[in-house]
């Protein structure tokens, strides 16, 4: 129902303008050749973004093969050159190297920048230890103060970005950002490649995302045959507060502070008859 109100109103508004006017799609940077670099990459390609790979070593041959693999619209370049080139800016480089790169691209000022790292260290037992006491999302914002900072694509591993078929299907990509449009756009890019996002709160929920990326690490540090994946299941409560429909505005902080009044009467989630 939610897609037909959504094709519906894409008719009207094509009956009243009489054009549709194709708006060019986003640059994306992608900083870093590496496994999660080179599966973005091509995907985004696949759906029409231009991709410019930022690399220590553009001519290489690295970068070289990247690009190729990637193909349609990408090139490699500075990583500099690459940040300032983007609209949104993925930073696919390691944490620990992530201090240099994010404060050496020029300004970032209103730019979409994405935070994937994982800024964890394995501890005496084993298992993942955090590294910092805030998040890598918010260290990122705090040397960028005018970028629309955000952590996603950091819940999964790159071989599900490639095929998402090896994991059972789609998974959920939850979305920690302060910039309201900024996470709807990374949303509904996140639906054109088939997976489910999630609106996982401001950007300092970066840090439960994180405990997230710790909980993920448990099945592969145990060398578990059967790991797991986040996929949440909808579920349709506090009258229809949880929105399905990315076409329609997220939820943003300001509603979440005045939550409705739970003990009235269930109404009927529109579109969805969950609670008929
Ligand atoms: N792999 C995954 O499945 C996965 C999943 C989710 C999140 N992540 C996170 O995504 C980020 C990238 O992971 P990855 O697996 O793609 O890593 P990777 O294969 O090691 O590649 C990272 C890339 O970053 C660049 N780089 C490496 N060291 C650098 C340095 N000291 N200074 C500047 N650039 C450097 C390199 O590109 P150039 O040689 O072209 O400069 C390198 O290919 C990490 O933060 C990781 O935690 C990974």
């Given amino acids: ?9 894409g008719v009207f508004t094509f009956v009243l303008t009489g054009v549709s006017v194709a708006q060019p799609k986003p640059t994306i940077a992608i900083i870093g050749t590496g496994d999660m670099g080179d599966s973005l990459g091509p995907k985004f390609v696949e ?36 940040a300032q080139a983007g609209d949104i800016v993925v930073l696919a480089v390691p944490w620990p190297a992530m201090e240099t790169v994010a404060q050496n691209l020029g300004s970032l000022d209103n730019k979409i920048v994405i935070d994937i790292s994982f800024p964890h260290e394995q501890g005496e037992d084993g298992y993942y230890v955090p590294m910092l006491e805030t ?15 955000m952590k996603t694509f950091a819940l999964q591993a790159s071989y599900v970005i490639d095929d998402p078929d090896v994991v059972g299907g789609p998974v959920s990509i939850p979305i920690a950002a302060d910039d309201r449009e900024a996470k709807e756009k990374i949303a509904k890019l996140i639906v054109e490649m088939g997976h489910d996002p999630i609106d996982a709160g ?72 969950a609670l008929e």
């Avoid at 129902?1 to 109103?9: D, E, H, K």
């Avoid at 759906?47 to 090139?75: C, F, H, M, Q, W």
């Avoid at 994946?229 to 009258?239: K, L, P």
């Fill in 1 to 9: 129902m939610a897609i037909r109100r959504f094709l519906l109103a």
């Fill in 47 to 82: 759906l029409g973004y231009a991709v410019i790979y930022g690399s220590r070593d553009p001519d290489g041959e690295k970068a070289r093969a990247v690009v190729e693999i990637t193909g349609g619209n990408s090139r490699a370049t500075t990583q500099r050159e690459a």
């Fill in 135 to 149: 998040s890598s999302a918010e260290m990122i914002q705090q040397w960028n103060p005018g970028a629309r900072v």
């Fill in 202 to 273: 401001p950007l300092r929920y970066s840090r439960e995302l994180e405990a997230m990326q710790r909980l993920y690490g448990v099945a592969f540090f145990q060398r578990r045959e059967a790991a797991w994946e986040f996929h949440f299941r909808r579920s349709y409560y506090w009258e229809c507060i949880w929105q399905d429909d990315w076409s329609a505005p997220v939820v943003d902080a300001g509603d979440l502070a005045q939550m409705p009044d739970t003990q009235g009467e269930a109404r009927e989630c529109p579109g969805t008859g």
